[in-house]
């Protein structure tokens, strides 16, 4: 931080007026940020570094192979001289409304309603480099770089180093005004630019909400998320089975999560872009989770030509959604698993069968048996046959507790199609507890 404070006074009036025309620039470009650091060694790599020490990146095998390149963007580019650091604010509409809060609605993060940011960034970056090589603020194309998210890069010290903001506790990067709904992307250049100041003086002080609000708990401590707990992580990058401990905790999450963000005081006043292009596409707000189980191959591929959604394939956003179904306390939420069960994708199958197995309905397991027998997946078999045994510890000990007390659960006596109907009810409670108890 303070070879850029030094670096920043060798320049005179000139670098900095060039500094703010290429500023002006980026921002006549769409991007609603732009700033400027030096190729100094990175500062937070040692952070970096223990976390992937801790586990923390799962299954996320690049991020280790990326380490040796994140000590300092000088590893990307031998003679790099600036990193131009920008953001763009991708929070185009009111996706915490009343109708996005029902908990039957599959939510998508933000980031991922409209078109893919990478596409809609990576043409911007290319804009600027093009802009770039003809004012002959690089020596050559082979003397920059560009990069949007998947490169090797420490984005977010990048841009806390330019002047963006400051590392919130749920790790984001947080703009004073603009909030955390921000993208980060980069341009590398050879040429030397005087850097903006590294952001200070402001931070989250003893807030906590972030934390307490994450349902996974994968913020383990302040700016330290262990991806593998992040709902983001489970219904994006784990392409297979989601660990069973967070299967019942994914709200109405079905590809990312914005929770940390959603509860976060300085986005409150975030301001919307008025930039049409981070637009949410259509039919995704007003779909139930029990018809997305029904989207078929040809009908995803149309959904999202274009969107980061296709990073799950049908088959992991499926997955996702009959996970959610797990816990959605909807009466049709049954039917959806009921689908699940049937689809072509074991993936799906597996997890639509934990869902019947975790839900509290006995009819589950009249539905688990049946499934059954068809089944030919070993993994899936194993499921179904572990969500039986829990069920049967469940009702039996139930079972068994009702007619200690000599009382007839509703549930129960639904399942057994028992009238329940006033008078009839009470005068027939002794033959039905003699059928429950016959099997
Ligand atoms: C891997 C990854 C993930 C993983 C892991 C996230 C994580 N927090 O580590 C998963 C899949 C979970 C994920 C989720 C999301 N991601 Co992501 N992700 C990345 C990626 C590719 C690498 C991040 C990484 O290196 N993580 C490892 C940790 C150690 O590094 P870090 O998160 O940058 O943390 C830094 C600080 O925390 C700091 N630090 C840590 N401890 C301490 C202590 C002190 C004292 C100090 C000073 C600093 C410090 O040092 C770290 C290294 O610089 C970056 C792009 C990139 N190339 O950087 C995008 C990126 C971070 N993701 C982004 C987004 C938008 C998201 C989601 C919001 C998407 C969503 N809605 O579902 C969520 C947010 C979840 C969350 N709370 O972080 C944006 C963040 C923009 C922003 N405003 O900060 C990025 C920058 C992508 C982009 N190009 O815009 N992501
Ligand atoms: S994105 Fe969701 S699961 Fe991940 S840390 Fe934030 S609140 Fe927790
Ligand atoms: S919710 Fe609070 S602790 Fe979390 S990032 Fe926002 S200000 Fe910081």
Not at 223 to 239: G, W
Not at 351 to 361: P, S, T
């Amino acid at each position: 931080m303070n070879k850029n404070l030094k670096e920043a006074q060798n320049f005179n009036e000139a670098d900095i007026q060039l500094r703010e025309k290429i500023r002006k620039k980026g921002l006549s470009l769409g991007f609603d940020w732009v700033g400027f650091t030096g190729t100094t060694e990175n500062l937070t790599h040692p952070h970096y570094s223990a976390w992937l020490e801790q586990g923390f990146a799962g299954e996320m095998q690049y991020l280790h192979k990326h380490a040796p390149q994140k000590i300092s963007s000088q590893k990307v580019l031998e003679n790099a001289q600036t990193v131009i650091s920008v953001a763009c604010n991708y929070l185009h509409d009111d996706t915490s409304t009343k109708k996005y809060q029902d908990s039957s609605r599959g939510r998508f993060s933000r980031y991922s309603q409209g078109n893919d940011y990478h596409l809609i960034l990576k043409d911007r970056l290319e804009e600027f480099r093009k802009w770039l090589l003809d004012e002959k603020l690089a020596s050559g194309f082979e003397q920059t770089r560009v990069y949007v998210d998947t490169g090797p890069l420490l984005e977010r010290e990048l841009a806390w180093r330019a002047g963006l903001g400051w590392f919130g506790k749920h790790s984001n990067l947080i703009h004073a005004k603009l909030g955390s709904w921000l993208l980060l992307a980069e341009v590398i250049i050879d040429s030397k630019i005087p850097p903006d100041q590294p952001f200070s003086g402001i931070d989250c002080g003893s807030c906590t909400r972030c934390i307490e609000a994450c349902p996974t708990d994968a913020i383990v401590s302040d700016r330290k998320v262990d991806a593998r707990r992040c709902i983001s992580y489970l219904t994006i990058e784990l392409k297979n089975t989601i660990p069973k401990q967070f299967r019942s905790k994914f709200q109405n999450w079905i590809f990312g999560c914005d929770i940390c963000q959603e509860v976060c005081p300085w986005n409150r006043k975030a301001p919307k872009t008025t930039d049409a292009t981070w637009k949410a596409r259509k039919g995704l707000k007003d779909r139930k989770l029990w018809d997305w189980v029904r989207l078929e191959q040809e009908e995803f591929s149309n959904q999202f030509r274009k969107s980061a959604v296709k990073r799950t394939k049908r088959r992991g956003l499926l997955r996702n959604v009959v996970t959610a179904l797990s816990a959605c306390s909807h009466p049709q939420a049954l039917s959806g698993l009921q689908i699940g069960l049937k689809d072509e994708e074991e993936l799906v199958r597996q997890h639509a069968a934990w869902g019947l197995g975790f839900r509290r309905q006995r009819i589950t397991k009249s539905i688990l048996r049946r499934h059954l027998r068809v089944e030919t997946v070993e993994k899936v078999i194993i499921e179904i046959q572990e969500a039986l045994a829990s069920k049967e510890k469940l009702f039996s000990k139930r079972e068994r507790a009702c007619l200690l007390t000599r009382q007839v659960p509703l549930a129960l006596a639904r399942k057994h199609r028992l009238g329940l109907s006033g008078s009839n009810h009470q005068r027939s409670s002794h033959n039905r507890r003699t059928k429950l108890l016959q099997g």
